[in-house]
């Protein structure tokens, strides 16, 4: 059980915009912590796509964007791309546990 | 750019050791965090610990009893040492390297190695 919740899966067609949701509380999300989005393919070094909750490293394509709202993060992908199907995991910080540094349960992208 | 690759044995018995070394290669160990982070079958990713270049660690308290970390700055290099595993341990292992932010990240990793325990 990760102590950020995200759905198993999403899926959408080419060109279109998905969201992907990563639930926290208030120890984690909600006491102002800060989210980061990775992208893990396999047999491939994971990638972080967003940081800080909104911040796109360099080279990461603007279709990605980030956001956060209350106990909530989201992870949106816009124009969609057959290359962006993969997992996509949210990862913060929890000031209620001992390991500090906490992860979703990922989530998997699905290009119809 | 910097690279890390993982190496060690893809097969470990349980209650046995399992042993992961991380080579940093395009940049300097030095002045970095660098950390451990697991990935079990159809699970999420689990954060293992770090270790800083001086030697200092921090390990997730759940493994804490049973993890060591060391480095080797002169190889660029840091390792992963997890004693008396068992099927649970069954994983891929990714090493990364970790900024201390307010919110920890990891900006580089590895590309993972898968480690099974089995007899």
């Known amino acids: 059980q990760s102590v950020l919740t995200q759905p198993p899966s999403v899926s959408g067609a080419p060109g279109e915009r998905v969201t992907i949701s990563c639930a926290g509380t208030s120890s984690n999300i909600g006491a102002g912590y800060e989210v980061h989005w990775y992208r893990l393919l396999p047999r491939t070094a994971p990638k972080v796509l967003i940081y800080g909750n909104t911040n796109r490293p360099s080279g990461v394509p603007d279709r990605f964007s980030g956001s956060k709202s209350g106990t909530s993060a989201s992870l949106a992908i816009t124009g969609l791309q057959a290359e962006d199907e993969a997992h996509y995991y949210c990862q913060s910080y929890d000031s209620s546990l001992s390991a500090s540094v906490v992860f979703g349960g990922g989530t998997k992208l699905t290009v119809l | 750019q910097v690279h890390l690759e993982e190496s060690g044995p893809g097969l470990v018995k349980p209650s046995e050791t399992l042993s992961l070394t991380c080579t940093v290669s395009g940049g300097s160990i030095n002045s970095y965090y660098w950390s451990w982070i697991r990935q079990p079958p159809g699970k999420g990713l689990e954060w293992i610990g770090y270790?800083?270049?001086?030697?200092?660690?921090d390990y997730n308290p759940s493994l804490k009893s049973r993890v060591t970390m060391s480095v080797d700055t002169s190889k660029n290099q840091f390792s992963l040492n997890l004693k008396f595993v068992t099927a649970a341990d069954t994983a891929i292992y990714y090493c990364?390297?970790?900024?201390?932010?307010?919110?920890?990240?990891?900006?580089?990793w590895g590309q993972g190695a898968l480690v099974t325990v089995s007899s």
């Open positions: 990364a390297r970790e900024l201390m932010t307010r919110v920890p990240q990891f900006d580089y």
């Open positions: 270790i800083y270049y001086t030697g200092s660690t």
